[in-house]
């Protein structure tokens, strides 16, 4: 299992922590979608380029609160909500020191916890869309709840580094808003293994890849191991748009796949850790 450094310093001011005060959220999933749809979205997330997740709330919502007593790496050892905690530092850590290479400057983004429904920069987001990035407010937003249906309804392993997979992935999407990818995509709507959607979704793994392979540069972490990584591609396939067609439909329709199949999203993922490589991420030339 993937062992924060004991005498680590984490900071807490990255995650504020919205749960117990939901905001009410109008009308549905993908506007009145059905069951099938709904459990499809709840488990791939929602893909960056629908920046409109749901209608805006008519109240208003609590200030969100840091998770004070998560101050070092001993804390993450021992607690779910300080291992994230630990997990937005190393994964900001990175990118802080990484995207200066390519020419662009870092903007760190806010992680959000809540429970059932928050008010959002792109409209109310919903626990039943899963982890989400919305690209107008560069936050990240996390109902922990995902964690356990990933396993009971996906069959995933879970664990830490399954955590650790998923964050890291959303915040491929804060590093694909910084890079400009996903203005440039914004008006693309097209679905299937080739398409621009699934390419960002993919680019974003291999993100998460990248971050792994530098995880304990960041100095938060101890070296991961084989199983820490088997975890994380365990994650990736768990969430492939055919994996979860076939359990939820009985049938796979890869015309419709907006995330990718589960070969592709542990490929990326792999690419992305195997070459520690900013450039290997291009998902946008060639076959994926």
């Given at each position: 299992m993937a062992r924060f450094r004991d005498r680590a310093r984490l900071d807490p001011s990255q995650v504020s922590d919205r749960r117990g005060a939901s905001g009410k959220v109008i009308g549905g999933v993908g506007g009145g979608a059905g069951i099938i749809i709904l459990l499809v979205a709840m488990l791939l997330g929602?893909?960056?380029?629908?920046?409109?997740?749901?209608?805006?709330?008519?109240?208003?919502?609590?200030?969100?609160?840091?998770?004070?007593?998560?101050?070092?790496?001993?804390?993450?050892?021992?607690?779910?909500?300080?291992r994230i905690v630990g997990y937005v530092?190393?994964?900001?850590?990175?990118?802080?020191?990484?995207?200066?290479?390519?020419?662009?400057?870092?903007?760190?983004a806010q992680t959000y916890l809540?429970?059932?429904?928050?008010?959002?920069?792109?409209?109310?987001?919903?626990?039943?869309?899963?982890?989400?990035?919305?690209?107008?407010?560069?936050?990240?937003?996390?109902?922990?709840?995902f964690f356990e249906q990933l396993e009971a309804r996906f069959g995933a392993q879970g664990g830490p580094f399954a955590e650790a997979y998923v964050l890291a992935h959303e915040y491929?999407?804060?590093?694909?808003?910084l890079e400009g990818t996903l203005a440039s995509f914004a008006n693309d709507r097209s679905t299937g293994p080739d398409s621009a959607a699934v390419r960002i979704e993919l680019q974003a793994d291999c993100y998460s890849g990248?971050?792994?392979?530098?995880?304990?540069?960041t100095g938060y972490l101890n070296p991961l191991?084989?199983?820490?990584?088997?975890?994380?591609?365990?994650?990736?396939?768990?969430?492939?748009?055919?994996?979860?067609?076939?359990r939820v439909e009985g049938r796979v329709t890869p015309e419709s796949w907006t995330h990718g199949s589960s070969e592709q999203r542990q490929k990326w993922f792999q690419t992305g850790y195997q070459t520690g490589d900013h450039d290997a991420c291009d998902t946008f030339s060639g076959d994926v």
């Open positions: 929602v893909n960056p380029l629908d920046a409109g997740i749901s209608s805006p709330s008519q109240g208003s919502e609590q200030p969100g609160t840091t998770l004070e007593e998560c101050r070092t790496g001993a804390d993450a050892n021992q607690s779910q909500d300080c530092n190393s994964v900001q850590a990175y990118w802080d020191e990484a995207l200066p290479v390519t020419g662009r400057a870092y903007e760190p809540f429970t059932g429904s928050t008010q959002t920069g792109c409209g109310v987001g919903s626990a039943q869309t899963g982890p989400f990035y919305c690209p107008a407010d560069q936050g990240v937003y996390l109902d922990l709840s491929g999407h804060h590093i694909q808003n990248l971050w792994a392979h530098h995880a304990t540069d191991s084989d199983e820490d990584i088997a975890v994380g591609l365990d994650a990736a396939a768990s969430v492939g748009d055919d994996r979860i067609q076939e």
